[in-house]
């Protein structure tokens, strides 16, 4: 049984850091490409952050460039994503995706809240 099971989120203020995770299993992980993606009542999911593979190549959406991270552990079939500098519209459910070709996994996400 595939499961993507994101952690980590919740309430900061802005200006603050935090570090969601995703625990994967059911499938191979070291052979999908992986990515975060938010999405608010009135967006549509937006692609935050992706990685291959081997983690040796990642993107990011221009608007978190130089202040997110993300990383993978392909022993620990885990998915990372270090969020510095929040900012209040960044408040969103954050989820995390498992693509290999056709196939595409999600999470049910989390609830980042970025509120002072």
């Known amino acids: 049984q595939v499961q993507l099971e994101e952690s980590g989120g919740g309430l900061v203020q802005p200006g603050d850091s935090l570090r969601l995770s995703c625990a994967a299993s059911g499938f191979a992980f070291h052979l999908y490409a992986m990515g975060w993606y938010r999405q608010t009542p009135e967006k549509e999911r937006e692609l935050v952050a992706g990685?291959?593979?081997?983690?040796?190549?990642?993107a990011y959406a221009d608007s978190v460039k130089g202040r997110f991270t993300i990383s993978r552990d392909n022993a620990k079939n885990t998915l990372t994503l270090q969020m510095h500098s929040l900012k209040p519209d960044e408040t969103a459910v954050y989820y995390c995706?498992?693509?290999?070709?056709?196939?595409?996994?999600w999470g049910k996400g989390t609830l980042v809240a970025v509120s002072s």
């Open positions: 995706n498992a693509n290999y070709y056709e196939m595409d996994y």
């Open positions: 990685i291959s593979i081997s983690g040796d190549t990642t």
